[in-house]
């Protein structure tokens, strides 16, 4: 029998208690290595060149070079997966940078008050460092993303969009693909930590033709415009007379996830019907799958992010395997793909 393959991982945290702390936690899982720590990005460059870890958790503010600095460094090909440990407080724009350029997931740890609750995180942070360990590696530089011109609108009034592990680099694909006269509204649950949603949607806003914001109560949903669930909480779709609008409900997660991709499609088919179109991009799980049903059931459709572009072909698959997907598409042509599907 072939033996099983273990993940191995480099530490990156210039707190040394942290780099203690983060070894102790990760060597609790016999599917994890931990073969290494640097105490700054330099050194991390060194380790990774040296060790060729598969997985790096990587503190973003460190001296020398910091995290974002080590993932401009990283090549194309190659690279081991990124895991960032961040205080969301303090370093939430860093935090959504780092994972728009390509860091697979992010664990909110604590204040630097509080090191100690390091420890609380344990089962968080082995879930996502061997769920990194477990996904797509880059295999060269991403395809080009050409903007997408409008099209004639058509029956659908509102695109939901759900996504996880690898979601804010899938997003900013996507959205940025956009055309600005976009005929409909699009609703967004993304499976992050909260503190960190409103940093993504300032910068997403600043980067796409399509106006990005974080979802508060009552806000409209209207053509050409994105909302984003805000982290920690469900996105609720009402129909409030002509408008569609934003409930934010702060109850327990579905399925371990909140914002839920689930709740979110569920209720835009209940507000809307059929004019409702669902995207499924990258992500571990199966969040989405009965939220597509959902779909299904009032005619509308859903589209799925295919599995060459995904770094976790999860949710997407999910849903392909429920028979549940009209149509998939590499994140590079997601927007085509919404734009003739409308």
């Given at each position: 029998?072939?033996?099983?393959?273990?993940?191995?991982?480099?530490?990156?945290?210039?707190?040394?208690?942290?780099?203690?702390?983060?070894?102790?936690?990760?060597?609790?899982?016999?599917?994890?290595?931990?073969?290494?720590?640097?105490?700054?990005?330099?050194?991390?460059?060194?380790?990774?060149?040296?060790?060729?870890?598969?997985?790096?958790?990587?503190?973003?503010?460190?001296?020398n070079l910091d995290g974002i600095g080590v993932l401009r460094a990283?090549?194309?090909?190659?690279?081991?997966?990124?895991?960032?440990?961040?205080?969301?407080?303090?370093?939430?724009?860093?935090?959504?940078?780092?994972?728009q350029m390509g860091a697979v997931d992010i664990v909110q740890k604590p204040t630097a008050l509080a090191t100690d609750r390091l420890y609380e995180l344990s089962g968080e942070l082995v879930a996502k460092v061997l769920a990194a360990g477990a996904s797509r590696p880059r295999l060269g530089e991403l395809p080009a993303v050409r903007p997408v011109p409008r099209r004639a609108g058509g029956r659908t009034r509102l695109v939901v969009v759900g996504a996880s592990t690898g979601g804010p680099q899938a997003l900013t694909r996507?959205?940025?693909?956009?055309?600005?006269?976009?005929?409909?509204?699009?609703?967004?649950?993304?499976?992050?930590?909260?503190?960190?949603?409103?940093?993504?949607?300032?910068?997403?806003?600043?980067?796409c033709a399509v106006g990005v914001f974080e979802a508060?109560?009552?806000a409209k949903l209207v053509p050409g415009q994105v909302m984003i669930a805000r982290g920690g909480t469900h996105l609720r779709i009402r129909v409030s007379g002509p408008d569609l609008t934003a409930h934010l409900d702060e109850t327990a997660p579905r399925s371990g996830f909140c914002p839920s991709v689930d709740v979110l499609f569920q209720s835009a088919a209940e507000a809307v019907g059929s004019a409702v179109l669902g995207v499924v991009l990258t992500g571990m799980g199966s969040d989405g799958v009965e939220g597509a049903r959902a779909i299904d059931r009032v005619h509308g459709r859903t589209l799925t992010e295919s599995e060459e572009s995904c770094v976790v072909y999860g949710m997407p698959r999910a849903v392909v395997e429920a028979n549940l997907s009209a149509g998939q598409a590499p994140i590079e042509d997601m927007a085509r793909k919404i734009v003739e599907s409308l």
């Open positions: 029998m072939t033996a099983r393959r273990t993940t191995r991982v480099l530490v990156v945290d210039d707190s040394a208690f942290a780099r203690k702390v983060l070894r102790e936690t990760l060597s609790t899982s016999a599917d994890l290595e931990v073969v290494g720590a640097a105490r700054d990005g330099l050194e991390a460059l060194e380790k990774i060149a040296e060790l060729k870890p598969d997985v790096v958790t990587l503190d973003l503010i460190m001296p990283l090549p194309p090909v190659g690279a081991p997966r990124v895991v960032v440990v961040s205080i969301s407080d303090e370093n939430s724009v860093l935090g959504i940078e780092a994972l996507l959205l940025t693909a956009l055309p600005a006269d976009l005929p409909c509204a699009i609703a967004i649950a993304l499976h992050i930590p909260p503190g960190y949603t409103e940093a993504l949607a300032r910068r997403l806003d600043q980067a508060s109560p009552g």
